[in-house]
Every structure is written in C-alpha cells, then in structure tokens.
C-alpha cells in the first residue's frame, strides 16, 4: 500500500504515473561518489538519468517552477534528480527553500545515493521533502565493489573501500530518513553478471530499514559498465518477483533526466514529456529557457 505522502506521486504512485505531472529542477551538477556505469553530461541529448542541457542557479530554478506550474495543472510534484548527487549541492537546499516557500502545495523530492543521507535528513525536512528516492546497488561487499570506483567524503577520497564507506552510510541514512518521517523509495540498477543473485538480498534488507518502496531497474551499459549487458524482459521481472517477497515493487519507472517535465506516464519522444494543457505538447527545461526544443 502506497503510504499517503507519496500518494499522487507519479514516481512512487503507479495509479499518478498517467495523469500527474512532475518537474526536474537540475541545480545538483556535482557528485560525491563515482558509480562504474554512470556517465554525466551537461548539455546532452540522451534521455536518461545524469542529463541535463543546463544547470540553474536557485533563483533560476524558481522561476521555472513559476513558468511551468502557471501553464500545466498537472504538475504537482518537484524534484531534484541530478545531473549529480542531489545531497552533494548546496542549491539543492537553496532551490527547494525558495520553492516551498512560494509553492507549499507542490510535493517536494530528491534523489541520492545516501553517502551523506544521514547528516542531511533535518534539512531535507525544513525545505518540504517528504519522498526521497536512494539507489541501493548491494549490501554485501563483494558485489557492491564491483559498483563504484571511488568515494570521496568530508575531503578525502576512498578507493578500495570505497562500497563499504557509501554502504555503511546508506543504511544509516536509510533508517534515519524512515525515522524521521520520509517515504523512502530505493533505486537497485540490475546488472545480471553482478547483482543478478543478490536482489532479494537487498530487499530483505529494505525491509528491516522501514523502506516503503524499490525501483529494479536495467542498466543502461555507459562508463566502465558499457561492455556489461542490460537485463532482460524476463530477468528484470524476476528480480522483481524475489524482491517483492520483501518490499512493494514500482514498476513504471521511465529513468528520466535530470530536467524532465511532464506526465512521465505519457512521455512520448526522446527527452521529452507530454506537457498538460497542449495535447501531444513535447518539453524538457531547454524549451522554457532557450525556447528551442531540445529535439526537433
């Protein structure tokens, strides 16, 4: 059952995923660990996560909350989702502060890979979070090294051990986010060579944790993990199937960009969202601030 702060979330509400809009705020450029199969790009065209044509600055972000919640009904969600690790930019704090203060109604969300959760779960709350979305990739070392290549934090950076250091803060982070209120929806990327077998490992851990919600999706094969291969209908499926033993599963994931727009439910083109009021209407961000559609 979907808890009621994340209900008519588009991202957690699988009923929302047709008929609610959200927006992407893309004010997150930095990152604080490096995952093997990720591949950020400022300026791409590509539609998947780590994407962005531009970053704005808080005020920037704003004011494209203003422009697109006063032409589309639908929208009623924002959220930050990168290009970098949300709780590794200052602006996402700015930029949420700023939102919330103006738009209270709106739901507000983040995602992050949970390397400082834990620390940042009291200001999460002041800025008007109340879903966050965490990419748990393993629990158990030998699998979740073969995920990351380098962690840095509080100005040092690990290597070897660089899964145990993000681990031991995910599942902090995790229990504290559950404790203080937040809905938690965790993000697993299935790579079948590596976690393939250690997905129902994972969920029976997001239990324990409280977690409300996991997100099983394919790796697209980018980075150090382009040689790797994406998982199968029938895999995927499985893995879900385990998982959900566990924790309730979220199927409808469409791994957006970091300033998608739109009902995701409805995407229709590369990059782009079906707006709310104009039928067929295709947007990321790039449209409001250049007035040239990313695609043409």
């Given at each position: 059952?979907?808890?009621?702060?994340?209900?008519?979330h588009?991202?957690?509400?699988?009923?929302?995923?047709?008929r609610?809009?959200?927006?992407h705020?893309p004010?997150?450029?930095?990152?604080?660990?490096?995952?093997?199969?990720?591949?950020?790009?400022?300026?791409?065209?590509?539609n998947?996560?780590?994407?962005?044509?531009?970053?704005?600055?808080?005020?920037?972000?704003?004011?494209?909350?203003?422009?697109?919640?006063?032409?589309?009904e639908?929208?009623?969600?924002?959220?930050?989702?990168?290009?970098?690790?949300?709780l590794?930019?200052?602006?996402?704090?700015?930029?949420?502060?700023?939102?919330?203060?103006?738009?209270?109604?709106?739901?507000?969300?983040?995602?992050?890979?949970?390397?400082?959760?834990?620390?940042?779960?009291?200001?999460?709350?002041?800025?008007?979070?109340?879903?966050?979305?965490?990419?748990?990739n393993?629990?158990?070392?030998?699998?979740?090294?073969?995920?990351?290549?380098?962690?840095?934090?509080?100005?040092?950076?690990?290597?070897?051990?660089?899964?145990?250091?993000?681990?031991?803060?995910?599942?902090?982070?995790?229990?504290?986010?559950?404790?203080?209120?937040?809905?938690?929806?965790?993000?697993?990327?299935?790579?079948?060579?590596?976690?393939?077998?250690?997905?129902?490992?994972?969920?029976?851990?997001?239990?324990?944790?409280?977690?409300s919600?996991?997100?099983?999706?394919?790796?697209?094969?980018?980075?150090?993990?382009?040689?790797?291969?994406?998982?199968?209908?029938?895999?995927l499926?499985?893995?879900?199937?385990?998982?959900?033993?566990?924790?309730?599963?979220?199927?409808?994931?469409?791994?957006?960009?970091?300033?998608?727009?739109?009902?995701?439910?409805?995407?229709?083109?590369?990059?782009?969202?079906?707006?709310a009021?104009?039928?067929?209407e295709?947007?990321?961000?790039?449209?409001i601030?250049?007035?040239?559609?990313?695609?043409?």
């Amino acid at each position: 059952m979907i808890p009621i702060k994340a209900q008519g979330h588009p991202c957690f509400d699988e009923s929302a995923h047709h008929r609610v809009g959200r927006m992407h705020i893309p004010v997150a450029p930095a990152c604080n660990i490096k995952c093997r199969y990720c591949y950020r790009e400022i300026g791409g065209s590509d539609n998947r996560p780590g994407v962005a044509y531009k970053i704005l600055k808080p005020l920037e972000a704003l004011e494209a909350v203003r422009s697109v919640v006063a032409t589309d009904e639908t929208i009623k969600v924002i959220g930050v989702a990168g290009p970098g690790d949300a709780l590794a930019n200052d602006a996402t704090f700015s930029s949420l502060a700023l939102i919330h203060k103006e738009f209270p109604h709106l739901k507000k969300c983040i995602s992050t890979n949970g390397l400082r959760l834990a620390e940042c779960v009291d200001d999460l709350v002041r800025v008007g979070v109340s879903t966050i979305s965490v990419t748990v990739n393993a629990v158990k070392p030998s699998v979740g090294r073969e995920f990351y290549r380098k962690v840095r934090l509080n100005g040092r950076n690990y290597f070897e051990n660089a899964f145990d250091v993000l681990s031991a803060r995910q599942l902090m982070g995790l229990e504290a986010a559950v404790s203080e209120g937040l809905i938690v929806k965790v993000n697993t990327v299935l790579v079948p060579e590596l976690n393939g077998n250690h997905i129902e490992d994972i969920a029976r851990t997001l239990k324990t944790l409280g977690v409300s919600l996991m997100n099983i999706m394919p790796l697209k094969p980018l980075g150090d993990m382009s040689g790797y291969r994406a998982p199968t209908c029938l895999e995927l499926e499985e893995a879900r199937y385990y998982a959900e033993k566990h924790v309730e599963q979220f199927r409808a994931c469409k791994q957006c960009r970091a300033d998608a727009v739109g009902i995701p439910g409805l995407a229709t083109h590369p990059g782009h969202d079906n707006g709310a009021k104009g039928a067929g209407e295709r947007r990321t961000l790039t449209d409001i601030f250049t007035g040239v559609p990313l695609y043409h």
